[in-house]
């Protein structure tokens, strides 16, 4: 019982805020700060049961140093983006109590993908955050963007999730079982067939990572979201899709490593590749981002495909990095507001470092971080994933990837390009929350001085990772 | 433990860097006190690295002040140590840092505070490279100088700074990414970055010849070679005057010095291999660069091509695997690094008064700077190897270094010898003599004031110096090149 507390803990208070919400106008101020507080002593909770290693519900729901470690990622994440959509969410006067709640509520549903041992235990969890993650994007009802991106995500969304579950579907035809220590005894038998459901299951995380060839709503869903929401879909479903995703491939299907593994590269080439170029011509900075974060998850997905322990450390290192990255980043974007407008076009940044030299010096660091550059933690992400697929020796991988972040370094520079070689424009507001201030300050020191000790997170990588298969 | 002198003369400019962002108050208190700040602190670096000098022991050809502490978990150690192929380059990098900002802070006009910081954590990224004994710490610096220096290029450079930056940038970016994966390929073969411990393995012959592939092709995009050559021009021209002179005086000679620490020190066999290679390339790069020097109608571009050609010089002397070669080479970047820095500052002092780097808004300068135009045409007569400047033992030792081996390739580098001279004479005619003339605000044109005098005099100085007596820096580093030639004597 005491493993699954920070999912009960999650489900009873958002229950129980979305009630006092409805009848309590006054009440309403205050949600936010609870449920702060309370993603911070979650945050706790998961990491003192740390070690803790179980299986629950009849072998359905297990929690293990991976899943805790996952979901104490996207507790940060959830975390901050809390602590930067509140103002956010005020001053473009979308405030609403549900907003928080249904946060939570797709938390609820990582965690339970997280944990997920089980294809339907993990597509309803899926389903759960998927459904909270539409409902966000289009939360912003006044604006047309947001109601599209809404709709967009949803359409495109339920398809996947189509396919995903015609894929549980065929697995559990072909295997009579869906738990994933069933099918994993098996796989082995029966390899031909399997190998549909296999495919279908792949597309459908695909999407939800957004790999090419399945990432066509990011940038159309990133632009037309709240920023707040964005800063969310850029970390918290990655990480828990990427979680499901390591899970699924090592343990039902750890038999057709040569199976998957060939497509999990061909999505991480094609996502590393297209992320990189496609990025180069857009001049919206959340559209930028969404390329970023394809190309970003192209370099996970290579780590994926490589599947020894040290490429799944790296997986791991590089989410927590790329988490920090992304949080500094949109704390940056969500800063630029003049009398209630916010702006998110690259050429809005143009004389950051003269009237706002901190926030320009923070979005700097953290671009070269994105771009790779050592010293910066980015480096040591992309490195430790280049480590394990030269250990396999897999060269053209190495090499695609190397070139691709070479590529991608051209529209990284042209940010820095913009905040400090261009034209002074008019300085923005200087009333950027405490939270975004707070932000912004711990991702950029984290990133900056993660090269002091990169040991402590690689030790604990390297304790989960060793027990995943 | 004894003090660690290394890392403190690597990472004290960034204590610097701490107390300049520290500074608080109006504008100009925080200008005048970060000039201070960063005028103090490297000051004080290269009086620690005159005492680092002066422990050196010059018998020892291994690495000294060595330091070692555990930094990746079973995977990278922070091992810092220098011998004698680097102890001068430390020295040049913390003599040449202090003159940069000495002749920035006057003619610099915006976000002075900013350049010094960049300027100083350039500092930090060069001093490391030079002593890094670990491949992943190496790469480490070496990369991570790109931030500051695209910035310095970026910000302070002149009218097509972005263009130049964004290329310095990719090119070097581009390079180094086959330097990284020769360095995680060496790891998974070897188990081990550490460099001492990877010159006592050897690297297997099958795998080296890869590996030194992905190493040249970083470097001589950093040295520049020819065909790599082609972003430095842009990035000299458009740089601010300090920012030149970083990049001729220190950045060029990572490379050289990565050659001969790791092209010859990992990969002998693979050297041997590929000598004749990389004579083909300098000797074009000697001949061509120096043509194209002859035709360009701006200072900088010229000196820059003419650098190119010098750079030549340092790889044929490493690739000779001679000791006068090696010795030449080093020799000649040291030399390098001071008289093309003397010439890029020179640059600097007309470019100040009068806004133009084009030979053709010049002529007749002598006739109201007198004491520039003797600094100008003495580093000019240096670059070309005037005996009794230190330019021209480097390029006779290398010259006897290649003869010895390949009497081709040293025949025809020793026609760069003369091709300098044609430049170099052609440019001191066109600015310094001639009928007095000089295109806008030539009322402008004042002789050198006491910094400026103080800084290319001593750099003047040090060119005679080191041209009289080129055992003051052949003596320290001969045992570790005698090391280095043994060991590749050793492969033959």
């Known amino acids: 019982m005491k493993n699954i507390i920070p999912e009960l803990v999650i489900l009873l208070s958002s229950f129980s805020l979305l009630i006092a919400g409805v009848f309590s106008k006054t009440f309403n101020k205050i949600i936010n700060y609870i449920i702060i507080v309370l993603l911070a002593a979650l945050i706790f909770v998961v990491y003192f049961n740390f070690a803790s290693s179980v299986t629950l519900f009849g072998n359905s729901y297990t929690i293990d140093p991976l899943s805790n470690f996952m979901k104490i990622l996207v507790l940060i994440s959830v975390l901050f983006t809390m602590l930067i959509s509140n103002t956010y969410l005020e001053r473009l006067k979308i405030a609403k109590f549900e907003y928080p709640i249904i946060l939570l509520l797709s938390t609820l549903g990582m965690f339970v993908m997280i944990s997920a041992n089980n294809l339907i235990v993990f597509y309803l969890g899926l389903e759960l955050q998927s459904l909270c993650l539409y409902v966000l994007a289009a939360i912003n009802t006044k604006s047309l963007k947001s109601s599209e991106a809404g709709l967009k995500y949803f359409v495109l969304g339920s398809l996947s999730s189509g396919l995903l579950l015609y894929g549980c579907s065929l697995v559990y035809g072909f295997t009579g079982s869906v738990d994933y220590s069933e099918i994993a005894k098996v796989a082995t038998e029966q390899s031909g067939a399997l190998k549909f459901g296999l495919v279908f299951i792949l597309c459908g995380i695909a999407f939800k990572i957004s790999a090419v060839p399945f990432h066509m709503w990011a940038p159309d869903v990133y632009e037309g979201s709240p920023t707040s929401v964005t800063t969310f879909f850029a970390m918290a479903p990655k990480v828990a899709a990427i979680a499901a995703l390591i899970k699924f491939l090592n343990v039902p299907y750890a038999n057709f490593i040569s199976e998957w593994r060939t497509i999990v590269i061909v999505l991480s080439i094609a996502s590393m590749f297209l992320g990189a170029v496609a990025a180069i011509g857009q001049s919206n900075l959340k559209r930028l981002m969404a390329y970023s974060s394809i190309g970003h998850v192209g370099f996970i997905l290579a780590g994926l495909a490589i599947a020894t322990p040290e490429s799944l450390s790296a997986v791991l290192v590089y989410l927590v990095i790329y988490v920090f990255m992304n949080i500094g980043v949109f704390a940056c974007i969500m800063s630029l507001n003049r009398n209630g407008v916010y702006f998110e076009n690259i050429s809005d940044l143009s004389g950051l470092s003269k009237h706002h030299p901190l926030i320009a010096i923070c979005l700097t660091i953290l671009t070269f971080s994105l771009a790779g550059i050592p010293p910066l933690a980015g480096f040591f992400a992309k490195f430790y994933i280049f480590l394990a697929i030269i250990q396999q020796k897999i060269y053209y991988l190495a090499v695609v990837g190397l070139l691709s972040a070479v590529i991608a370094a051209f529209y990284y520079l042209r940010i820095i390009k913009v905040i400090y070689f261009d034209a002074a424009k008019e300085s923005y507001d200087k009333n950027s929350s405490y939270g975004v201030k707070f932000s912004l300050i711990v991702s950029t020191v984290v990133i900056l001085f993660y090269f002091i000790d990169p040991s402590t997170l690689n030790t604990i990588v390297e304790s989960i990772t060793k027990n995943i298969k | ?492």
């Open chain 2, 1 to 492: 433990m004894n003090f660690p002198i290394l890392s403190f003369l690597t990472f004290f400019p960034l204590v610097g860097v701490i107390f300049i962002l520290l500074r608080r108050g109006t504008d100009e208190v925080v200008e005048r006190s970060s000039k201070n700040i960063s005028i103090l602190v490297s000051v004080i670096n290269f009086i620690v690295s005159l005492f680092l000098w002066s422990k050196f022991d010059p018998a020892n050809p291994g690495f000294q002040f060595v330091e070692e502490t555990q930094w990746i978990k079973n995977f990278v150690s922070y091992k810092m140590g220098v011998d004698g192929i680097s102890i001068f380059l430390v020295l040049l990098t913390t003599f040449i840092s202090p003159l940069c900002i000495f002749a920035s802070i006057n003619s610099l006009k915006k976000r002075i505070k900013e350049f010094l910081i960049a300027i100083l954590i350039m500092q930090t990224f060069m001093i490391g490279v030079f002593c890094a004994l670990d491949l992943f710490l190496f790469f480490l610096f070496f990369e991570g100088g790109l931030i500051p220096m695209f910035l310095i290029i970026g910000i302070w450079g002149g009218e097509r700074r972005v263009y130049s930056a964004l290329k310095f940038f990719l090119y070097t970016f581009l390079g180094s990414i086959f330097m990284l994966i020769a360095i995680i390929a060496i790891y998974w073969n070897m188990n081990t970055l550490d460099l001492v411990k990877l010159t006592e393995l050897k690297i297997p012959e099958n795998l080296q010849y890869w590996m030194w592939l992905g190493f040249f092709i970083s470097l001589a995009v950093k040295l520049p070679m020819w065909p790599f050559h082609t972003w430095l021009p842009d990035a000299h021209v458009e740089a601010p005057t300090a920012g030149s002179v970083i990049l001729a005086a220190i950045l060029l000679k990572i490379s050289g010095y990565g050659f001969i620490r790791f092209s010859l020190g990992l990969f002998p066999i693979a050297s041997h291999y590929f000598a004749n290679f990389v004579f083909v390339l300098s000797v074009i790069a000697i001949i061509y660069a120096s043509f194209v020097a002859l035709m360009q109608k701006d200072m900088k571009k010229l000196i820059a091509y003419s650098s190119v050609a010098h750079m030549g010089y340092v790889t044929i002397g490493i690739f000779s695997f001679t000791k006068q070669g090696i010795d030449g080479a080093i020799f000649q970047m040291i030399s390098h690094g001071l008289i093309s820095s003397s010439l890029f500052l020179c640059v600097g002092v007309l470019y100040d008064r009068v806004h133009s780097r084009l030979i053709e808004d010049y002529s007749g300068v002598v006739n109201i700077m007198p004491k520039f135009a003797l600094v100008f045409i003495f580093s000019s007569l240096a670059n070309v190897g005037l005996p009794g400047t230190s330019g021209f033992v480097g390029e006779f030792l290398t010259l006897i270094g290649t003869f010895k081996v390949n009497y081709i390739v040293a025949i025809l580098a020793a026609t760069g010898v003369i091709l300098s001279a044609a430049y170099s004479l052609w440019l001191c005619k066109r600015v310094v003599f001639g009928e007095f003339k000089v295109n806008n605000h030539g009322e402008k044109l004042l002789d050198l004031d006491a910094t400026e005098i103080v800084i290319l005099f001593m750099l003047m100085i040090l060119t005679i110096v080191f041209g009289v007596y080129p055992n003051l820096i052949l003596e320290p580093i001969s045992s570790s090149v005698d090391l280095v030639v043994k060991n590749m004597g050793a492969i033959k």
